[in-house]
């Protein structure tokens, strides 16, 4: 199964009664395992816990922590990029110039990095002591 088609399927279980604006997220990690996320809401919005995080919380849950391409999907007229908390998450644990697609549920499609949406992104370097 394709990364999109991960992400399609799992879109269809997020839990958006708010906004009804479902996503889905698909991440193939180093080891070549896919894992998903979708939205899921909650009525004390916005606390609630995007697509992309959900699958990157399923992959350090199964004890990998570097992701080696992204899938996001969600029903909009453009491709909808990741918002800026989880672009940092990307970016945790992915190389700046990992793979992003884009999707909408009409098939449109556009490729990014993690480097591209996220430019002079905050790093574990950022930390160290001179």
Do not use: W
């Amino acid at each position: 199964m394709s990364l999109l088609d991960a992400a399609r399927d799992v879109r269809e279980n997020a839990y958006a009664p708010y906004s009804r604006f479902k996503v889905g997220a698909a991440i193939r990690s180093a080891s070549g395992r896919v894992y998903v996320g979708c939205n899921v809401e909650n009525v004390a919005y916005p606390e609630g816990t995007c697509a992309e995080a959900g699958a990157i919380a399923a992959m350090v849950a199964a004890g990998e922590t570097a992701l080696a391409e992204v899938c996001v999907i969600a029903d909009s007229p453009e491709p909808v990029p990741p918002c800026g908390g989880c672009r940092q998450k990307l970016a945790e644990f992915g190389q700046l110039d990992v793979v992003v697609t884009l999707a909408t549920t009409d098939g449109r499609t556009t490729k990014t990095t993690i480097g591209a949406l996220l430019p002079g992104g905050f790093s574990a370097a950022h930390m160290e002591k001179a």
